[in-house]
């Protein structure tokens, strides 16, 4: 079992969650239920990445098999950008709930700071990046004139509800966590964001904790998560996993460079979300907290590893360029 982080709602956020972005369907019911036996408790998904029902019924068979309790367990998913509109947020809400087979989520995450063109269910679920096939032949982004906070108030009905007990944002820079923290009337409750020591946004890390907001890290192991997805950047990136300074770090605690990297990031007050499908790197990761700390030094020259790359960056891969961190 992991460490918990309180939020600035008073609700208790596990230390380490499993991230579920890209789990096969075939395989997802099994692994989230494989994953409650071993202790996770968080689980990490979104509209986007298309296994929600899978998600759900792991969780639901963990729960009907009296290996948990629902309230034992901190269940995460994210607005996608085409239902940004306050029309479509609890719309979309209440379709993740539905296809998880769940009353209530634990966080419900803006996605990215950015609005597309509503794409009804019936048409494409989910809609991804492009909001029909012409765009997608064509390249092209079909935006919508939806400001966030109007996404956000919308998603604070939904806490009103009890349809999700927090909200928070992914993917927002600096100036946006600013603009919705001047203008909103319940805080975010957390900001996940692309972390890892190549990307460590010390700024904006410091800015937010300053400001109660939890900062969760994705992609934790730097270009590891996009080499399976052919990204040309994360294959001329240099692995990580087998980075001189890590490595030695490694060796100092007689601990694998991925044990190394995640307790970076916690040891920053910063929490995790690995995703992965092997029983021992489950409970490795799980267990990262009470097995390993780091020096000040070790740390420091952890941080110092940054470059500014960012792996998930939509310009980099859509036809239609489309700025959103630059
Ligand atoms: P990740 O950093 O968790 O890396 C996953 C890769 O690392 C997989 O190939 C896995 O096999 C490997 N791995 C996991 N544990 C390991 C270990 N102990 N040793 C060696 N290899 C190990 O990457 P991710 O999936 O990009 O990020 C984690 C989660 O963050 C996602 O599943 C998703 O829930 C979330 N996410 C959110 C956004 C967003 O826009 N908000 C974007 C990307 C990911």
Same mark, same amino acid.
């Given at each position: ?18 991230? &579920? ?6 395989? &997802? ?19 986007? #990445? ?32 085409? #239902? ?23 966080? #419900? ?20 990046? #492009? ?52 203008? &909103? ?14 990307? =460590? ?6 800015? &937010? ?74 409970? =490795? ?9 780091? =020096? ?31």
């Amino acid at each position: 079992m992991s460490e918990y982080v309180t939020l600035n709602n008073g609700l208790k956020m596990p230390l380490v969650g499993l991230g &579920c972005w890209k789990i096969p369907n075939d395989v &997802c019911a099994q692994q989230v239920y494989d994953a409650i036996k071993i202790g996770y408790r968080l689980f990490d998904g979104a509209e986007d #990445y298309g296994n929600e029902k899978e998600v759900g019924e792991g969780i639901r068979k963990a729960i009907a098999d009296g290996v948990v309790k629902r309230e034992d367990l901190f269940v995460v998913s994210k607005l996608w950008n085409s #239902y940004h509109h306050p029309d479509h947020v609890k719309l979309a809400l209440k379709r993740t709930l539905s296809d998880m087979g769940l009353e209530y989520l634990d966080l #419900y995450y803006m996605h990215f700071p950015i609005a597309f063109k509503f794409v009804p269910f019936e048409e494409k679920y989910p809609p991804g990046f #492009y909001t029909g096939a012409e765009d997608e032949k064509n390249g092209h982004i079909s935006e919508a004139d939806v400001p966030l906070i109007d996404t956000w108030r919308a998603m604070e009905s939904c806490v009103d509800e009890g349809l999700t007990k927090s909200i928070g944002i992914s993917n927002f820079n600096g100036g946006l966590v600013q603009d919705l923290l001047r203008q &909103c009337r319940i805080k975010p409750a957390a900001l996940q964001i692309e972390h890892h020591p190549y990307l =460590t946004q010390e700024n904006l890390v410091e800015y &937010c904790q300053g400001k109660g907001i939890q900062i969760v890290a994705y992609s934790s192991f730097g270009p590891q998560s996009y080499l399976e997805m052919g990204s040309d950047l994360a294959k001329n990136t240099p692995n990580l996993f087998h980075h001189d300074t890590i490595n030695q770090i490694a060796n100092n605690h007689r601990v694998s460079p991925s044990e190394v990297l995640l307790r970076w990031a916690t040891q920053r007050g910063v929490a995790i979300i690995p995703k992965s499908s092997k029983k021992e790197r489950l409970e =490795t990761n799980l267990k990262i907290d009470s097995k390993l700390t780091l =020096t000040h030094k070790e740390l420091e020259a952890i941080s110092k590893l940054n470059k500014n790359i960012r792996m998930n960056d939509p310009w980099d891969w859509l036809d239609g360029k489309f700025p959103i961190f630059a």
